[in-house]
């Protein structure tokens, strides 16, 4: 399920740093000259300060599929299918009330494989809205790589799905985040449930707070895929937030499957209310003693409008065939690379 970065911190769900067949460097374009690569990185640079969200959206027929792949059977296996070694010792289980709104946010990763994350229903106008890690939904600095079969199961505690799944239709993430690994953090709008309630109507949201100073005590939550728990439980890590390589983070040793999970500050454990702050976003080692999280700004607010005024009517009115199939057409290609990778 995770990869490993020689370089740290590492992100907790992995995405490949280098591109390499039999130890050869793979390079599928020729050389730029120096002028042009300075003239595309400022017209990038433009568009994305124009245009600073990157959304992608499933259809209908792709969010039914979703729900009809993930079953108790398929959720069961891909958490007996990795094995991240011991919980702990900073991480614990979460033994206190049912947190309704965290869940497991399931998908089909850009190399083909079942995987999960974590991620939150959070209050909005749709009552649809949830927050994860941006390395949830697409690999870094890879626009055709793409995340897919998506559904969000909030509330899920050992093989239980008290809630029902939630089919992903809208992804956002910072551009930033899709051109260069940079700012972490995404926005998701999901169906409402096979009962047709709404997200929030169902499970209750957590508030997000934007600029939040960092320095505060916060809790994190996240389905680490060490054992015993693999997934299977909700483990979480409290400490006070501190400022370093140009993030935040607190000491934890979560692994892979955490990622995406929320960091709650003013946290009463006996309500299960908080105000999310930021997301489980990196590692900084292979043994870990760090979580890493955005420091959430004006990016991450205006991905999380994006999401939280979305719907399902409109993904489906909004996306022209011409879209479908140049999004077939990337993930088609996307395949294709990660097998190279």
Known sequence: MTETSPSAPRRLRGRATGLVVAGTALVLAAPVPAMALTAQADATATATAANPVSVLTYSAKERREALAYWTPARIKAVGKSVDLGPTGPVAKPWQGTELKSVGRLFFVNARGADTWCTATA??????SAVMTAAH??????????????????PGYAKGKSPYGA?????????RTWEEDSV??????TVDVNKD?????????????SFDRPVGGTVTSFGYSATRPQRGEQLLQCTGRTKKEHGTQFIPCDMTGGSSGGPWLADFDAATGKGVLVS??????????????????????????DRAARSSPKDVIKDRPQTGVKRDMWERLIGSWWSKLV
């Open 279 to 304: 997301v489980n976003g990196s590692l900084d080692s292979m043994t870990p003693t760090k979580m890493y999280g955005e420091v959430l700004g004006a990016t991450a607010k205006k991905v999380y």
């Open 122 to 127: 959070v209050t909005s106008a749709n009552k």
């Open 136 to 153: 949830c939904v697409r690999r870094g600095a890879s626009p055709v790589n793409t995340n897919t079969t998506m559904v969000f199961v």
């Open 196 to 208: 047709g309630r709404k997200l929030t109507d169902a499970v209750g949201g957590l508030p997000v």
């Open 166 to 174: 939630f089919a992903v239709n809208t992804v956002a993430t910072p």
């Open 183 to 188: 700012n972490d953090v995404a926005a998701l």
